[in-house]
T-cell receptor
Framework: EAQVTQNPRYLITVTGKKLTVTCSQN?????MSWYRQDPGLGLRQIYY???????DKGDVPEGYKVSRKEKRNFPLILESPSPNQTSLYFC???????????????FGNGTRLTVT | GENVEQHPSTLSVQEGDSAVIKCTYS??????FPWYKQELGKGPQLIID?????GEKKDQRIAVTLNKTAKHFSLHITETQPEDSAVYFC???????????FGTGTRLQVTL
């Protein structure tokens, strides 16, 4: 089954304690992206990757890091989480033709992060 | 950059009625307009999309219309059913993979 898998689904942590949210896709997609979803703000892009070793900032990259060492994995790293990073996070992937999406975005089921 | 506004933020309709969600965008270069449905506890899922060379597209009970001159597009759901209850997001893109900008979402509730 084609899917994007995020782990964990729920995470409660304290300010300053480094954490990683994993994302893996089995569709051989070139493009992967992280979004955060907050009430009244919709989905905002954090970082994206067009292919292995190619990453770039989205609209709200502050406080986050990513890496793309393998095509299937795109982890989101919070080096020093703060309460304003409490949110619902989604990973997504898509096939790409040139610089354009060539298939719909496939989303994972989300990671709800609480930073106290 | 692109800015997408979505209205209303919440919408309640009775089963069998129609529902309409509207979005406006700012970048006249945008040419791809998908709609995503997010059910509780799940990630968004594409339900329909339209490209700028088409004014309307229909898929069973769902239709999307696009007015490029006015820079707005709408989702129409007819004969609503309880399973249509979800959060709906519109989005706009110039076609570049990195530039898919989402609206703020509409929570649709279909009541019996």
């Amino acid at each position: 089954e084609a899917q994007v898998t995020q782990n964990p689904r729920y995470l409660i942590t304290v300010t300053g304690k480094k954490l990683t949210v994993t994302c893996s896709q089995n569709m051989n997609h070139e493009y992967m992206s992280w979004y955060r979803q907050d009430p009244g703000l919709g989905l905002r892009q954090i970082y994206y990757s067009m292919n292995v070793e190619v990453t770039d900032k989205g609209d709200v990259p502050e406080g986050y890091k990513v890496s793309r060492k393998e095509k299937r994995n795109f982890p989101l790293i919070l080096e020093s989480p703060s309460p304003n990073q409490t949110s619902l996070y989604f990973c997504a992937s898509s096939a790409v033709r040139g610089t354009a999406l060539n298939s719909p975005l496939h989303f994972g089921n989300g990671t709800r992060l609480t930073v106290t | 950059g692109e800015n997408v506004e979505q209205h209303p933020s919440t919408l309640s309709v009775q089963e069998g009625d129609s529902a309409v969600i509207k979005c406006t965008y700012s970048d006249s270069a945008s040419n791809y307009f998908p709609w995503y449905k997010q059910e509780l506890g799940k990630g968004p899922q594409l339900i329909i999309d339209i490209r700028s060379n088409v004014g309307e597209k229909k898929d069973q009970r769902i239709a999307v219309t696009l007015n490029k001159t006015a820079k707005h597009f709408s989702l129409h759901i007819t004969e609503t059913q309880p399973e249509d209850s979800a959060v709906y997001f519109c989005a706009a893109s110039t076609g570049t993979a990195s530039k898919l900008t989402f609206g703020t979402g509409t929570r649709l509730q279909v009541t019996l």
